[in-house]
């Protein structure tokens, strides 16, 4: 992986110097620490930049941004390409010239002129973002992988277009003002995170994942989706469901196992040392039996725990699966002074709030796997997602089975009476928020499940947001007039963004079973844009490369093809993907409770760390900006406290919410700068 950074000026007279991307693109030394270069077109109207993290084809050849043979086309790409290596010969026999060994970053730009941008992405399989320049029309493309593995940010200012892998690149282009984006922070509020194209920045957005966007000459952007995770592409043959149901079993099982393999191994390409995160839970403990069987070293493996929460840790479960597969083990403990000593860096390398405290030991994971020789990793995120490991996810399924369902046959006058009861008892009683909002979206036809984290549901929002503060929005106009935002993003009702998901799937592809919709909408927003996001940044941060084999393209696409009563037969969160590596990982793993990766932040804000987010909160100069009822703020801080309920989600959200604030817009950046 690596950190690009483009500037594309359509305007009369503007310019693009060597010395603007040199600072742009090195802000973001931590994403490649191996070198830094640049290219200025002639007309010094176009500029990329590339910081390169070695990975495969260490040579000085495989340098970037890279050209084609004659100068034409130019590139700068973040990522990986797993499958480059099938595309050189038939490239060469078309006539392409190769200045490099093994470059994967190569077979972009002769593929692009040999297939065009359409047939390109329709053959590569990897985790990417890049910009691509052609001068035979003048045009820049920039695109984001398929799932989003990597993210992308752009925004048009004064005559320009400008991208980067990160959001401080474009900060750092002194024509940029910073400040808050109010609609994207209302989403971030339920989401945890901003959904894309928004940004907490006003005027920054990100390419939502399989997106890219083409700029012409005269500044026109149009955005094109050229992947979606949606049923109807994992080839299962149409008679399945008249099989015996071991028929039907053994084809599922099958099938996973033999895309789970092909993903792992093609993403053991690497020309340095690689490694796991070892939780010993199902998905990591598979990553590390596939890994085995293409090595003839032993794996190194990283575990995380926390030093006074012996409860949280999984550092006896990961000892099973290292003893197992004969890796060296690594471990990690950490503790709140730890914690508390990383939070700025944390809020630097985020870019915008990522309220999700898993980043806290992703974190120090990620230090510890650099720290050991390490410059890849594979970890395990999208199983969950895909195959209904969460709990929430079951919860979801018999809450739209049992209650849903039947309250919906009610009479509506019946459905809105008992809506408006349980939101007015609510009131007194904070904790039945989550049952007044269910109740509320059945009585108004919305869906039982928005994200598989939801932070302030609208009730509690309500209470908290002063929505005739968040103004009218006019600066998205343009992206509006270009259909790369939805207007309704602009509503202050955060159904708006999930339903921009559920209503084209549910026309394009109607009758789909319950979870099938679930798991697209976690696909379009809370993976992408949360979890992808997070492994990201942290990752990355430490110059880290996280791969994701299951979010391997082929397993996605046959995955969709599982209904629910696969994936959660007889009440078994998984099960089918647990059936799939019964012979693969030790049975203790695969039937243990599901613990989850997080961090005792409920614990640590009850003590002094929480009088010090109160603080902190309170006294940050967001609030100045009229946007939230303080008091409610206030309480919940004290019921927290008091244990009334458990409101550390929410504290933690606000406080990462202020925190970026003050750091990147407020005073405190100003003093910074």
Same mark, same amino acid.
């Given at each position: ?107 972009? !730009?002769? $593929? ?10 329709? @053959?590569?399989?990897? /985790?990417?973002? &890049? *910009? ?120 599922? !099982?099958? $099938? ?10 093609? @993403?053991?390409?690497? /020309?340095?040392? &690689? *490694? ?398």
């Amino acid at each position: 992986m690596c950190g690009i950074v483009g500037v594309f000026a359509f305007g009369q007279q503007r310019r693009v110097s060597s010395d603007l991307i040199e600072t742009m693109r090195d802000s973001m030394v931590h994403r490649g620490p191996d070198g830094g270069d640049l290219w200025i077109s002639q007309q010094e109207h176009v500029g990329l930049g590339h910081r390169r993290l070695s990975i495969v084809d260490l040579s000085n050849s495989a340098n970037q941004p890279m050209p084609n043979e004659d100068g034409r086309v130019w590139i700068t790409f973040n990522g990986e390409i797993y499958n480059h290596t099938s595309f050189r010969q038939p490239l060469e026999q078309a006539g392409h010239v190769f200045r490099t060994n093994h470059s994967d970053t190569e077979i972009l !730009v002769h $593929g692009f002129e040999e297939w065009g941008i359409d047939g390109l992405l329709s @053959r590569i399989s990897g /985790d990417y973002a &890049f *910009g691509l320049y052609d001068s035979r029309d003048d045009s820049l493309l920039v695109v984001r992988d398929n799932i989003g593995v990597k993210p992308l940010y752009f925004m048009v200012f004064n005559g320009l277009f400008a991208f980067a892998s990160e959001i401080k690149a474009l900060l750092a282009h002194p024509e940029v003002e910073r400040d808050i984006d109010p609609h994207a922070m209302l989403h971030y509020l339920s989401f945890l995170t901003t959904p894309a194209p928004m940004t907490m920045f006003k005027g920054i957005y990100k390419i939502p994942p399989g997106c890219y966007l083409r700029v012409a000459s005269d500044g026109q952007i149009k955005m094109h989706r050229y992947y979606d995770a949606v049923p109807g592409k994992g080839n299962v043959p149409s008679d399945l469901s008249s099989l015996s149901e071991a028929a039907q079993e053994d084809f599922y !099982v099958q $099938g996973i196992r033999q895309k789970l393999h092909g993903a792992v191994e093609r @993403r053991m390409m690497s /020309d340095v040392p &690689f *490694g796991v995160f070892l939780s010993g839970g199902i998905d990591s403990s598979t990553n590390v039996a596939l890994m085995s069987e293409f090595t003839d070293q032993p794996l190194k493996t990283f575990t995380v725990g926390f030093k006074d929460f012996q409860h949280l840790n999984e550092l006896d479960y990961a000892k099973i699966a290292s003893k197992r597969f004969n890796t060296q083990h690594h471990e990690v403990l950490i503790s709140e002074a730890d914690m508390i000593g990383y939070l700025e860096n944390l809020i630097h390398h985020q870019d915008e709030p990522l309220a999700d405290w898993v980043c806290i030991p992703l974190y120090f994971i990620s230090k510890l796997a650099r720290e050991s020789g390490v410059t890849v990793v594979q970890v395990g995120e999208g199983s969950d997602e895909q195959f209904s490991g969460y709990a929430s996810y079951m919860g979801y399924q018999r809450l739209y089975r049992k209650y849903w369902e039947p309250f919906r046959q009610l009479p509506k006058s019946v459905q809105r009476l008992a809506a408006a009861t349980a939101i007015g008892a609510s009131a007194f009683k904070p904790e039945w928020t989550v049952y007044a909002d269910i109740i509320d979206r059945a009585a108004r036809d919305r869906e039982h499940f928005w994200t598989g984290a939801m932070v302030f549901w609208n009730t509690d929002k309500d209470r908290l947001v002063r929505y005739d503060a968040l103004g009218s929005g006019d600066h998205h106009k343009p992206m509006i007039e270009a259909n790369i935002l939805d207007p309704k993003y602009l509503v202050p009702d955060s159904f708006n963004v999930v339903n921009s998901f559920y209503a084209p799937f549910d026309k394009a592809y109607p009758r789909q079973d319950p979870l099938t919709r679930m798991i697209h909408s976690e696909f379009r927003l809370r993976l992408p844009e949360l979890l992808l996001m997070r492994v990201d940044k942290i990752s990355m941060s430490v110059s880290l490369e996280a791969r994701v084999p299951f979010l391997d393209t082929e397993l996605v696409d046959f995955s969709f093809d599982i209904p629910e009563e696969w994936k959660t037969k007889n009440g078994e969160a998984k099960y089918i993907l647990k059936k799939a590596v019964e012979d693969l990982i030790p049975h203790e793993l695969i039937y243990r409770k599901k613990m989850g990766f997080g961090a005792p932040m409920a614990d640590w804000l009850r003590g002094s760390f929480g009088e010090h987010v109160e603080r902190s909160v309170t006294g940050s100069e967001l609030l100045s900006r009229g946007y939230f009822n303080l008091d409610f703020i206030k309480q919940l801080f004290s019921d927290h406290r008091s244990k009334k309920r458990d409101t550390s989600l929410q504290i933690w959200t606000l406080y990462n919410l202020t925190a970026w604030y003050d750091y990147w817009i407020g005073n405190k950046s100003a003093a910074r700068a």
